[in-house]
């Protein structure tokens, strides 16, 4: 049987509403490892750097079997840059590799640009008109419930890669979940966490594109933009990045 571990945090409000977001985790586990990888959870939330949490919230729930679907890993590669604004410029380049029009792609690295505070979720927007689509403001459409099928497989695969934080190994399992989506083209992100300044644009077509720097270092803003089939079906593609289950395989073998 596998157990849904998730992980909220923030600082500064009061029984988790308002305050400052922290961290957030999330991982699909057997049994055998819910007790550990809940004080795990419990730990980054109290030492992270965006904040020591006052508020942690930790959540743990079965997951029916048949509830559960698979993808494979976005193979990934890397194009290396020295500042935000040749890593924005690779960054439109690869959306428009992957099937953004260049008016959705420049919207869309605008819209990221743009955000005050970041969001939970991500951005929603039409590949082709650059309009967004998903109508939740602040909050947007978060992708979750999804983890690596074999945590030690991958685990030493991304160390073989030197990507052995938990930057790159969340990023990569959930860019896999969304490119797999009914509808996405692709995918742009660079993080909320202060000093992390790479980013990434994900896409059925080419993968994971890791952006070695997509920001300024000490910027505490960032997000996601889901970049979608023009005619897709919102509900249907929300329903899909919160609620389905995946696991991502490493090859199809297993
Ligand atoms: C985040 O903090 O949520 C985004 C992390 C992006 C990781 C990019 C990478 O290192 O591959
Ligand atoms: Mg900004
Ligand atoms: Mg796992
Ligand atoms: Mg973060």
């Known amino acids: 049987m596998l157990y849904s571990v998730k992980m909220r945090s923030s600082l500064g409000g009061t029984h988790g509403k308002g305050g400052r977001h922290?961290?957030?985790?999330?991982?699909i586990v057997s049994e055998d490892l819910v007790d550990e990888t809940v004080?795990?959870?419990?730990?980054?939330?109290?030492?992270h750097e965006r904040g020591c949490a006052d508020f942690i919230q930790v959540k743990v729930e079965e997951v029916p079997d048949a509830a559960v679907s698979y993808c494979l890993m976005l193979p990934l590669y890397q194009i290396d840059t020295s500042e935000k604004s040749e890593g924005h410029r690779a960054a439109e380049a690869e959306l428009i590799r992957a099937g953004v029009s260049p008016l959705a792609a420049?919207?869309?690295i605008a819209s990221?640009?743009?955000?005050?505070?970041?969001?939970?979720?991500?951005?929603?927007?039409?590949?082709?008109?650059?309009?967004?689509?998903?109508?939740?403001?602040?909050?947007?459409v978060r992708c979750s419930n999804m983890d690596s099928?074999?945590?030690?497989?991958?685990?030493?695969?991304?160390?073989?890669?030197?990507?052995?934080?938990?930057?790159?190994?969340?990023?990569?399992?959930?860019?896999?979940?969304v490119a797999h989506g009914p509808g996405t083209v692709a995918e742009l992100c660079w993080s909320d966490d202060p000093d992390y300044v790479t980013g990434y644009v994900g896409s059925p077509l080419h993968g994971y594109g890791r952006i070695t720097v997509m920001k300024d270092k000490g910027d505490p803003v960032g997000g996601r933009v889901f970049?979608?089939?023009?005619?897709?079906?919102?509900?249907?593609?929300?329903?899909?990045?919160?609620?389905?289950t995946v696991l991502v395989r490493l090859s199809n073998e297993t």
Not at 151 to 177: F, I, N
């Open 22 to 27: 922290i961290s957030g985790a999330e991982r």
């Open 112 to 140: 990221l640009e743009a955000l005050e505070d970041s969001m939970r979720g991500a951005i929603v927007m039409d590949a082709e008109t650059g309009e967004r689509l998903d109508g939740r403001g602040e909050r947007g």
């Open 106 to 108: 420049r919207r869309g």
């Open 39 to 47: 004080i795990s959870m419990m730990r980054r939330a109290r030492e």
């Open 149 to 177: 099928a074999d945590t030690a497989e991958y685990e030493a695969k991304m160390r073989g890669k030197g990507l052995g934080g938990d930057h790159p190994r969340e990023a990569l399992v959930l860019a896999s979940k």
């Open 227 to 244: 970049f979608v089939k023009h005619g897709t079906d919102v509900a249907l593609y929300e329903d899909y990045m919160q609620n389905q």
